[in-house]
């Protein structure tokens, strides 16, 4: 049985607050393309529910790139029209996930017309980094911090220690064009050894 999409929304866990970055939740309508909303005030829409997405009429959408990249080829098609998106695309993309690629990240903007950021979540609507206008890295969240081992970036934060990202990068200190001070994270890679990318070339 299907449950209706409201029973679907969001409930809050209480701290860290899961609330996207970079756009007024409050007055938009944010559809996420999962099972289960992750963040405040958005709208959780299961893969293949399309037509669904296009009824809610969103102005901000969210979610794996893969999804996305579903998304974006039924809108190419005239499947769906998802004219209504005019603020932001978010992709999430979590551990052991390939970071957004340079093509998907075209189609992305010239389907949407709108600005992309990528978001790193260390679970469920957990941002532990993100893009900024100025598309030069992920910056660090508070309360999240990353260091290397072996080549691979490790996380830990928001309660979780030493978490595999499954990842490659560099940590940089020096301020973003954006004016924001903090560490960011430059040319994030997937990471050669990670096992779920190890069993993907043996398959
Ligand atoms: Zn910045």
């Keep these: 049985m299907r449950l209706p999409v409201n029973v679907r929304r969001f409930r809050s866990h209480g701290s860290p607050r899961r609330k996207l970055p970079l756009v007024a939740t409050t007055n938009l309508r944010i559809a996420q393309i999962a099972e289960n909303a992750d963040f405040e005030s958005v709208q959780a829409f299961r893969p293949g529910e399309w037509s ?10 969210a979610g794996p790139a893969p999804s996305l990249r579903e998304l974006a080829e039924r809108v190419e098609l005239n499947v769906i029209d998802l004219s209504s998106v005019d603020h932001a695309v978010f992709v999430l993309t979590g551990c052991g996930d390939a970071p957004l ?15 992309v950021y990528e978001l790193f979540v260390a679970g469920r609507g957990l941002v532990a980094a993100s893009e900024c206008e100025t598309h030069e890295g992920w910056h660090v ?29 560099w940590i940089e200190q020096t301020p973003c064009a954006c004016g924001r001070e903090g560490a960011r994270l430059l040319d994030v890679e997937q990471h050669e050894t990670h096992p779920a990318r190890r069993l993907a070339a043996t398959a």
């Design 52 to 61: 669904r997405v296009e009824a809610f009429r969103p102005r901000v959408v």
């Design 101 to 115: 690629q340079d093509v998907l990240r075209v189609v992305l903007w010239q389907t949407f017309g709108v600005p």
């Design 141 to 169: 969240s508070p309360g999240a911090a990353f260091s290397i081992v072996s080549g691979e970036l490790i996380f830990d934060g928001f309660g979780r220690k030493s978490v595999r990202t499954g990842l490659t990068g």
